[in-house]
């Protein structure tokens, strides 16, 4: 899902929370069943918008991972190759 919507999504929301607040004010009962399905729905957005944000951490984190170096920043890979050379002739 994208940044737009996910946008929209917490747009919905905050529509819905404003409906939820009027219809309470409106009806004086929150097991009103109108409510009752309002509230419903912005439960399955606020669950939606949160599955989001975890694959969004998720994809951040592997990103990351994979943008990490896997030498050590104090080594060129120069060195590694002569430390290898190394290795290989004391054993050999």
Do not use: W
Request: glycine share 4%; proline share 2%; with cysteine.
């Amino acid at each position: 899902m994208t940044h737009l919507e996910t946008s929209q999504l917490i747009q919905r929301l905050q529509l819905l929370q404003s409906r939820l607040c009027e219809m309470a004010s409106d009806l004086g009962n929150l097991t009103d069943p109108e409510i009752v399905a309002v509230s419903e729905e912005a439960d399955r957005l606020i669950v939606q918008l949160q599955r989001l944000r975890k694959e969004e951490a998720e994809y951040r984190k592997m990103s990351s991972l994979c943008n990490m170096s896997l030498l050590p920043a104090s080594q060129s890979t120069e060195e590694i190759g002569q430390q290898g050379r190394a290795f290989l002739s004391k054993y050999s």
